[in-house]
T-cell receptor, first 113, second 114 residues
Framework: ELKVEQNPLFLSMQEGKNYTIYCNYS?????LYWYRQDPGKSLESLFV?????AVKQEGRLMASLDTKARLSTLHITAAVHDLSATYFC?????????????FGTGTLLAVQP | DAGVTQSPTHLIKTRGQQVTLRCSPK?????VSWYQQALGQGPQFIFQ???????QRGNFPDRFSGHQFPNYSSELNVNALLLGDSALYLC?????????????FGSGTRLTVV
């Protein structure tokens, strides 16, 4: 059974600092998604990574995918308080043939002033 | 362009009761997936509907059932509610064959079983 693990589970960081969230998965997949969730809210799509070596950036967030290592990273540059949320990675083990996503455990990010 | 719409937003039920949750997919989407998100956890796949049929199912008991209508909207039914069914239920829609664009999630239904 596919497992998706995120590291760390909780991250407290100061404004202006950089950090990386890691997402490891246990089976071959070339499709990985990153979502943001604010408390009590739904999931907001951040990035869709569709191939080995894919890199996408939006504002202070940058995501990458290494399918050989079964690893994706979400890098935060010069964090600001507005980035405080829970971040989930999700893998589609079917390679896009189905719409079933397996989600990671989530990383709760708290950016302190 | 309306996104995914779910109703109701909140619901309180008693153990043993039955509940129906509703989802209208984003315009142009034809596939609806349902997820259960317990507090502090990642969403877990319940099942998926396409062309009015259940196409895939996660590791959930038969108490969880669903339906998709000709207009692509969907319902999730849960029978014989247990306290452990308390969760945020998320509906996600997509267009079959166009998953490169990801999935659009609704705002969810918060179900509390007492």
């Amino acid at each position: 059974e596919l497992k998706v693990e995120q590291n760390p589970l909780f991250l407290s960081m100061q404004e202006g600092k950089n950090y990386t969230i890691y997402c490891n998965y246990s089976t071959t997949s070339d499709r990985l998604y990153w979502y943001r969730q604010d408390p009590g809210k739904s999931l907001e799509s951040l990035f869709v990574l569709l191939s080995n070596g894919a890199v996408k950036q939006e504002g202070r967030l940058m995501a990458s995918l290494d399918t050989k290592a079964r690893l994706s990273t979400l890098h935060i540059t010069a964090a600001v308080h507005d980035l405080s949320a829970t971040y989930f990675c999700a893998v589609d083990p079917s390679g896009g043939a189905t719409n079933k996503l397996i989600f990671g455990t989530g990383t709760l990010l708290a950016v302190q002033p | 362009d309306a996104g995914v719409t779910q109703s109701p937003t909140h619901l309180i039920k008693t153990r043993g009761q039955q509940v129906t949750l509703r989802c209208s997919p984003k315009s142009g989407h034809d596939t609806v997936s349902w997820y259960q998100q317990a507090l502090g956890q990642g969403p877990q796949f319940i099942f998926q509907y396409y062309e009015e049929e259940e196409r895939q199912r996660g590791n959930f008991p038969d108490r969880f059932s669903g339906h998709q209508f000709p207009n692509y909207s969907s319902e999730l039914n849960v029978n014989a509610l247990l306290l452990g069914d308390s969760a945020l239920y998320l509906c996600a829609s997509s267009l079959t064959g166009r998953t490169n664009y990801g999935y659009t999630f609704g705002s969810g239904t918060r179900l509390t079983v007492v």
